[in-house]
């Protein structure tokens, strides 16, 4: 792993979560000196603090946090789910429609039958 290139990750990291060393240190239980040598690029990450990285913050993508590779937050379908969130109250207003719809359809068919028929 290049520490440079990671430095630059976890730099951006905790900028993107509106931290600073200390807040992100704490926030994956680590010691502020811990987090102050991965940004300065004196240490690799051990297994544990990718670990914890990615335990705290799920939504980050570890491929990129690990090799650079691919965006800093994940494209987990989030904005898929949102589109299929909105075509599930789409379908769920069609349905209400169509129930509506078809309770005029029986009230009138109803009303017809209960009128009296003229000759």
Not at 34 to 50: A, K, M, Q, Y
Not at 106 to 113: A, C, E, G, Y
Request: overall charge neutral.
């Amino acid at each position: 792993m290049n520490q440079t290139h990671f430095s630059e990750r976890i730099n951006s990291l905790i900028d993107n979560l509106g931290h600073n060393k200390k807040t992100f240190a704490q926030s994956i239980q680590v010691s502020q000196p811990v987090v102050t040598h991965l940004c300065n690029g004196r240490n690799n990450p051990s297994l544990e603090i990718l670990q914890k990285i990615v335990l705290n913050y799920p939504n980050i993508n570890s491929e990129w946090l690990i090799n650079g590779n691919g965006n800093l937050f994940k494209d987990d379908g989030s904005t898929e789910l949102g589109k299929q969130m909105e075509v599930l109250e789409n379908l769920d207003k069609l349905i209400v429609e169509s129930n509506q719809s078809l309770h005029k359809a029986i009230k009138l068919i109803r009303d017809l039958k209960s009128t009296p028929k003229s000759i």
